[in-house]
């Protein structure tokens, strides 16, 4: 396993950006499904999607959501980040079998009190599916 790279408060500025690409598969919405107990049969019942107003299977919104904690959690900021909060619009449902690209940007940055706040997103086949606003705590170089 590659050694994660750890950006510190220091490292990081306004603008910067990071992305994580992934695929709403069918085992992805399943596992998210028996994880989570959220059975909606919008999400697992391919007959019952069919006869709703998206005529397909969807995935759950927090399922697409999560890509968000992937970049923050592995690239940017990345490890040691501590995750505190995210206010989310669900723009449009992400159909299972779509490429989802998570992203976020770096919005804002308090020094002193090392919260960064992130603008976030996701698009699923190129289209805004999610969007929002991050907040997290950095670890400074020296702790």
């Excluded at 396993?1 to 750890?6: D, G, L, N, S």
């Excluded at 950006?17 to 999400?43: C, I, M, Y």
């Excluded at 019942?45 to 697409?64: F, M, P, Q, S």
């Excluded at 940055?109 to 929002?132: D, F």
Aim: charged share 25%; proline share 6%.
């Amino acid at each position: 396993m590659e050694q994660p790279e750890y950006k510190y408060l220091e490292d990081l500025e306004v603008g910067q950006t990071a992305e994580w690409d992934a695929l709403v598969d069918e085992k992805a919405v399943n596992a998210f499904a028996e994880l989570t107990g959220d059975r909606n049969p919008v999400h697992v019942d391919e007959e019952y999607a069919k006869t709703t107003v998206y005529g397909t299977r969807i995935a759950h919104g927090a399922l697409t959501a999560s890509y968000i904690s992937a970049v923050l959690g592995n690239i940017l900021p990345g490890p040691g980040a501590i995750f505190t909060g995210m206010e989310l619009r669900f723009r449009r449902p992400v159909p299972v079998g779509s490429d989802v690209k998570a992203v976020a940007e770096v919005a804002e940055i308090n020094e002193k009190t090392r919260r960064v706040t992130m603008k976030v997103k996701c698009l699923a086949n190129g289209k805004p599916a999610v969007s929002g606003i991050a907040h997290v705590v950095v670890p400074r170089r020296e702790g």
